[in-house]
């Protein structure tokens, strides 16, 4: 039935079919469906031809692999405006996926900010060995195959996260990441706020520049200490009073008192003078 459907499509739709989706046709009558399902991706991506996508999703089934299966048929929603002309095809390919998946649901402490993304990977842990699934999302929910999975996630100002999950077909699971900041302890309660700090002048930065970061509305509190790679950087910091403490090699300690809300905070070193 959907062979059928997907062969309606490619008379259908808009666009006359490109001529790479002969290619992916070749490859399909040797039933290599993974290698049918990556051709038709890269397709999809020279043509931008909608049905490209939706012989992919068909392939990766026919593989199996229902969470690329899963992904891929998610792009063809994000792209095409429009899915009237392909309603009943994506019907059967998104019920398959359902029946074969379980859902996997993120959530983020702090939470993500509205236009905040996180990149994550995605790898099947036992059996053949399959391609990592990748990209970025402002909310991550996922559908995957059922068993185990390892699952990192790089979210901006914070370190890597990573964790690995079992999943069970027509379940839902769901958990809670703790992210910890690159300039303070994980797991913090209290709302962040992310701090742009401004360094100068550049050849300070030539073998590094060392930041100490102190509370001074807790004074029994760790320092934090971190190495500035570039010029411009962000730290996501607890509100409150912050004293900043800059040293790098031939230049004198520069300090500066700020209010972590956002605002960025610029701080000048001078070079230091020889004994």
Same mark, same amino acid.
């Given at each position: 039935?959907?062979?059928?459907?997907?062969?309606?499509?490619? *008379? @259908?739709?808009?666009?006359?079919?490109?001529?790479? /989706?002969?290619? *992916?046709?070749?490859?399909?009558?040797? =039933?290599?469906?993974?290698?049918?399902?990556?051709?038709?991706?890269?397709?999809?991506?020279?043509?931008?031809?909608?049905?490209?996508?939706?012989?992919?999703?068909?392939?990766?089934?026919?593989?199996?692999?229902?969470?690329?299966?899963?992904?891929? &048929? =998610?792009?063809?929603?994000?792209?095409?405006?429009?899915?009237?002309?392909?309603?009943?095809?994506?019907?059967?390919?998104?019920?398959?996926? /359902?029946?074969?998946?379980?859902? *996997?649901? +993120?959530?983020?402490?702090?939470? %993500?900010?509205?236009?905040?993304? *996180?990149?994550?990977?995605?790898?099947? %842990?036992?059996?053949?060995?399959?391609?990592?699934?990748?990209?970025?999302?402002?909310?991550?929910?996922?559908?995957?195959?059922?068993?185990?999975?390892?699952?990192?996630?790089?979210?901006?100002?914070?370190?890597? @996260?990573?964790?690995?999950?079992? +999943?069970?077909?027509?379940?839902?699971?769901?958990?809670?990441?703790?992210?910890?900041?690159?300039?303070? !302890?994980?797991? /913090?309660? &209290?709302?962040?706020?992310?701090?742009?700090?401004?360094?100068?002048?550049?050849?300070?930065?030539?073998?590094? +520049?060392?930041?100490? %970061?102190?509370?001074?509305?807790?004074?029994?509190?760790?320092?934090?200490?971190?190495?500035?790679? =570039? !010029?411009?950087?962000? +730290?996501?910091? !607890?509100?409150?009073?912050?004293?900043?403490?800059?040293?790098?090699?031939?230049?004198?300690?520069?300090?500066?008192?700020?209010?972590?809300?956002? @605002?960025?905070?610029?701080?000048? /070193?001078?070079?230091?003078?020889?004994?």
């Amino acid at each position: 039935m959907i062979a059928a459907l997907l062969a309606a499509l490619l *008379v @259908s739709a808009e666009q006359p079919p490109p001529p790479c /989706l002969d290619a *992916v046709r070749e490859i399909q009558r040797t =039933d290599r469906h993974a290698d049918a399902a990556i051709a038709a991706e890269r397709c999809w991506r020279i043509s931008r031809h909608p049905p490209a996508l939706l012989i992919a999703c068909q392939e990766w089934l026919n593989q199996g692999h229902h969470a690329h299966a899963a992904f891929t &048929l =998610d792009r063809f929603g994000e792209f095409i405006e429009s899915e009237a002309w392909a309603r009943d095809t994506v019907a059967v390919l998104r019920n398959q996926i /359902l029946r074969n998946t379980g859902e *996997v649901r +993120v959530t983020f402490t702090p939470p %993500l900010r509205p236009d905040e993304h *996180v990149h994550f990977k995605l790898e099947r %842990l036992g059996g053949p060995p399959r391609t990592p699934l990748t990209g970025s999302a402002p909310n991550l929910v996922f559908r995957l195959d059922g068993g185990r999975w390892r699952m990192t996630l790089d979210r901006e100002g914070y370190a890597t @996260s990573g964790q690995e999950i079992a +999943v069970t077909a027509r379940s839902t699971v769901s958990f809670a990441v703790d992210s910890a900041p690159l300039a303070g !302890p994980s797991a /913090l309660s &209290l709302p962040l706020t992310a701090t742009r700090i401004d360094l100068g002048p550049a050849r300070a930065l030539r073998h590094g +520049v060392t930041l100490q %970061l102190r509370n001074t509305d807790d004074p029994a509190a760790r320092p934090l200490e971190l190495t500035a790679p =570039d !010029p411009t950087l962000a +730290v996501y910091l !607890p509100p409150g009073r912050w004293q900043l403490q800059a040293s790098a090699r031939g230049y004198t300690t520069a300090m500066a008192t700020f209010t972590a809300s956002g @605002s960025p905070v610029e701080l000048r /070193l001078h070079r230091g003078r020889k004994p």
